[in-house]
């Protein structure tokens, strides 16, 4: 089964419970009564960033309140979701985490300051992210996965790979790629996604993985290569590009998604109303659209209930994953 029709399954065993809780949410609450903060974990410019930035205007209305994103970057995402999972549980501030800010962060980080389980409520799921491994084009004479692997194995810490932070799905996902071909690459973590695709564009690193919309305009411009997804299926946004099985590279786990939080004592009608709040945003035809020109297809349908379901399975199931690619915490 593909990664979308994955994400398509999970949504429509969710949906039934969306349409029940919806009608009670608006008779519980006047909540928000003054602006809400959303925390973004990374620097500006990147995925986390981009897509909740498209769908703040439709939020906005929807609860008829100024919604203000704040990027409070560092730690690898840990910094500013920390923030929120030690805020007030009033609903005044939410954080739009990620895989690597939960999943991830929870083995990565022998003393996270915060339990991704225990100490944040999971509000919803915005987009499912699968990634691309693309190549710089700046003085490095590398055209296929097959020349990266042979060049990477054969130049052992000669080499580096970058990430919007370490602990970042990027930094993992390469970490796994570098372990599951045998090879040793620096890595060079960076404050934000904008930070990251200048120095691949520099040749200052010479790899990464991120978003296929992020990554599409510079590899149709020709300064950087994206040379497999890591999806079971090519991208529509970029058909040329292999996936990692017919480009030869060893299977491993690569693909994050994005999804709001809220403190873990957040009343549940606030937490509802959110939820709400986010699937306004996520049916929308424009808001859609523009996700799917991403690569980032958007996740609707869930309840709070489901997609705290699914934090605590991604824990479990990443602890071992983090563990076996050597990923570290510097």
């Known amino acids: 089964m593909s990664d979308l029709k994955l994400l398509m399954r999970r949504s429509l065993l969710a949906m039934p419970a969306a349409g029940l809780a919806a009608p009670a949410v608006h008779a519980q609450t006047t909540w ?7 925390i973004v974990p990374y620097g500006p410019g990147g995925g986390t960033d981009v897509t909740i930035r498209m769908m703040v205007p439709r939020m906005s209305a929807f609860l008829g309140q100024t919604l203000i994103v704040e990027n409070r970057p560092g730690a690898g995402s840990t910094l500013g979701t920390d923030l929120v999972a030690k805020s007030p549980p009033d609903g005044s501030v939410f954080v739009h985490g990620t895989l690597a800010s939960t999943g991830i962060a929870a083995a990565l980080y022998p003393n996270l300051p915060y339990d991704p389980v225990r100490d944040l409520a999971a509000v919803a799921p915005t987009v499912f992210v699968p990634l691309t491994l693309c190549i710089t084009q700046a003085r490095w004479n590398v055209s296929t996965a097959a020349e990266l692997i042979e060049t990477l194995r054969a130049n ?7 990430s919007n932070g370490v602990g970042a799905t990027g ?3 390469n970490a796994n790629f570098v372990t599951r071909i045998g090879a040793r690459v620096e890595h060079v973590p960076y404050r934000s996604g904008a930070q990251t695709l200048a120095a691949l564009i520099s040749g200052e690193i010479q790899f990464v993985q991120d978003i296929y919309g992020l990554l599409r305009p510079y590899h149709l411009s020709g300064q950087t290569k994206c040379l497999f997804v890591t999806g079971n299926e090519r991208t529509p946004l970029m058909p040329e590009v292999p996936t990692m099985r017919e480009a030869g590279v060893p299977d491993y786990d690569a693909y994050s998604w994005f999804g709001l939080f809220a403190a873990a004592a957040t009343p549940r009608p606030i937490v509802q109303r959110m939820a ?27 309840t709070p209930e489901r997609f705290a379901q699914y934090v605590r399975e991604e824990v479990l199931k990443w602890g071992p994953l983090v563990r076996a690619s050597g ?4």
């Open 156 to 162: 052992p810490d000669r080499y580096q790979y970058g």
């Open 32 to 38: 928000p009564s003054q602006p809400v903060r959303i």
């Open 276 to 302: 709400a709040a986010v699937e306004n945003a996520l049916i929308d035809p424009g808001v859609a659209a523009r996700f799917a020109e991403m690569g980032t297809p958007a996740m609707p349908g869930w």
């Open 171 to 173: 930094h993992l996902a």
């Open 327 to 330: 990923a570290v915490v510097n």
